[in-house]
């Protein structure tokens, strides 16, 4: 089992930046965990936003977040950190953190633990 606590989001201007971060407990230790964040916009469906692997680091963007999103990770404290820079009104959703033991990374259903979401709101 892991279990995922979120922290960060709230309300920033276009152009801003916000910082979430997802503290992970539970089955992290050599694994082949990754860990990810989608997103979620009234009346639309989840989505991807970037994921990064535990062990090797390795990441991955999606289109509309690539050069302004970062993820990384602070493996002493367990964490997984999304940098949002240049935020767009678009943005604007509950950002969920999410691990998976699967190299499927961008789509929801390989994804067993999910946080309980943190709001984001762009205003323009």
């Known amino acids: 089992q892991v279990q995922l606590v979120e922290s960060g989001g709230g309300l920033v201007q276009a152009g801003g930046s916000l910082r979430l971060s997802c503290a992970a407990s539970?089955?992290?230790?050599?694994?082949?965990?990754?860990m990810g964040w989608f997103r979620q916009a009234p009346g639309k469906e989840r989505e991807f936003v970037a994921v990064?692997?535990?062990?090797?680091?390795?990441?991955d963007y999606a289109d509309y977040v690539k050069g302004r999103f970062t993820i990384s990770r602070e493996n002493a404290k367990n964490t997984v950190n999304l940098q949002m820079n240049s935020l767009k009104p678009e943005d604007t959703a509950v950002y969920y953190c999410a691990a998976t033991f699967s190299r499927t990374w961008r789509t929801r259903w390989t994804y067993e633990y999910w946080g309980q979401g943190t709001q984001v709101t762009v205003s323009s």
């Open positions: 539970g089955r992290t230790r050599g694994s082949s965990l990754s």
């Open positions: 990064i692997s535990w062990d090797l680091g390795d990441t």
